[in-house]
C-alpha cells in the first residue's frame, strides 16, 4: 500500500459520515475507497450514494453491517489495513475476522 493512501487513511475519524456529508473528509474517504478499488465516482467531497455503495462493497468484504456510513467499525477496518506492520514480506493481510486476504485491492468484488 503506498505511503500517500496511508496518510489519507490516518487523516479518516470516525466521525459518522453518511448520506449528505460533505467536505473534506469525506473526500479523502472517497480517494481511500478508489485507490482501494471500490469506488470510481468523483471525489468532490459529497457523500453521495455512490460513495455510500462503496462503503458497504467494502464491508461486505470484511464482514461488518452492511450500513454504507463511516462508523467505527469500518474505520477500524480501514485503519488496521493501513498500518504497514501489520502486514507480511509476502504482503497478505488478516482481515479483523481473520480472513487472509494477498492485499487490498484484491477485495473489491464485481457485482453482476
Not at 456529508?21 to 469506488?39: D, K, T
Not at 462493497?57 to 485503519?79: C, H, I, P, S, V
Request: charged share 15%; proline share 4%; no cysteine.
Amino acid at each position: 500500500m503506498e505511503t500517500s493512501l496511508q496518510t489519507l487513511i490516518q487523516t479518516l475519524e470516525p466521525n459518522g459520515l453518511s448520506l449528505g456529508s460533505y467536505g473534506r473528509s469525506v473526500r479523502s474517504l472517497q480517494l481511500v475507497l478508489s485507490e482501494l478499488q471500490f469506488y470510481n465516482g468523483a471525489t468532490d467531497g459529497y457523500f453521495g450514494e455512490e460513495t455510500a455503495v462503496a462503503l458497504q462493497r467494502l464491508q461486505r468484504d470484511f464482514d461488518l453491517a452492511e450500513t454504507g456510513d463511516l462508523n467505527t467499525a469500518t474505520w477500524y477496518t480501514l485503519t488496521f489495513w493501513a498500518l504497514p506492520q501489520r502486514r507480511s514480506a509476502t504482503q497478505t493481510k488478516v482481515s479483523p475476522l481473520g480472513r487472509s486476504v494477498a492485499n487490498p485491492s484484491s477485495l473489491h468484488t464485481q457485482s453482476g
